[in-house]
T-cell receptor, first 111, second 113 residues
Framework: EAAVTQSPRNKVAVTGGKVTLSCNQT?????MYWYRQDTGHGLRLIHY???????EKGDIPDGYKASRPSQENFSLILELATPSQTSVYFC??????????FGKGTRLTVV | GDSVTQKQGQVTLSEDDFLFINCTYS??????LLWYVQYLGQGPQLLLK?????NKGISRGFEATYDKGTTSFHLQKASVQESDSAVYFC????????????FGTGTTVSVSP
């Protein structure tokens, strides 16, 4: 069973603060993804990576950075958090677009 | 660009009812269409895949089909159970700009005993 672990599972941040969401996968997958889930929007792709050292912009990258320091780890960074970034964030990994495994999500609230 | 539309936001059923969810898609390539299910407090997980090669997918009592003529794809189950209560997402595999999956907005299915 593919394993994708996200931390923290819940986070409250202040507006203007820096937030780092972490993701670890133990499946040796090349591709990793960050999505956010909002009611009425489904899942939207923020950033993705093809391997260690690579990051690519997804559909809604503004206000987010990503970092892939190793095959296993992929972080999402909010340098200056805003209330509009309150959402549930999902990390996923896979070796192909039809075999993508998701973590359990991080609920972020920016106050 | 590639896109997918899922209009049913909420479906309320009783056990043993028939479930039908519909999505439409747009792509310039041969489509690979997926259905994901998300249970409360969990991440989405793959339920079914449909391609132009197989036209149909079946898993856990669910059946997925697609109609090239109307560029739509469907998820159905003949007799739902309370345990099928979840959010169901349709998704299109897109290779434009390196993107992986384009998701619909999700359908919340609530099944009462």
């Amino acid at each position: 069973e593919a394993a994708v672990t996200q931390s923290p599972r819940n986070k409250v941040a202040v507006t203007g603060g820096k937030v780092t969401l972490s993701c670890n996968q133990t499946n040796n997958h090349n591709n990793m993804y960050w999505y956010r889930q909002d009611t009425g929007h489904g899942l939207r792709l923020i950033h993705y990576s093809y391997g260690a050292g690579s990051t690519e912009k997804g559909d809604i990258p503004d206000g987010y950075k990503a970092s892939r320091p190793s095959q296993e780890n992929f972080s999402l960074i909010l340098e200056l958090a805003t209330p509009s970034q309150t959402s549930v964030y999902f990390c996923a990994s896979g070796d192909g677009p039809t075999e993508v495994f998701f973590g359990k999500g991080t609920r972020l609230t920016v106050v | 660009g590639d896109s997918v539309t899922q209009k049913q936001g909420q479906v309320t059923l009783s056990e043993d009812d028939f479930l039908f969810i519909n999505c439409t898609y747009s792509t310039t390539t041969y489509p690979t269409l997926l259905w994901y299910v998300q249970y409360l407090g969990q991440g989405p997980q793959l339920l079914l895949k449909v391609t132009t090669a197989n036209n149909k997918g079946i898993s856990r009592g669910f059946e997925a089909t697609y109609d090239k003529g109307t560029t739509s794809f469907h998820l159905q189950k003949a007799s739902v159970q309370e345990s099928d209560s979840a959010v169901y997402f349709c998704a299109l595999v897109s290779y434009q700009g390196g993107r992986a999956l384009i998701f619909g907005t999700g359908t919340t299915v609530s099944v009462s005993p």
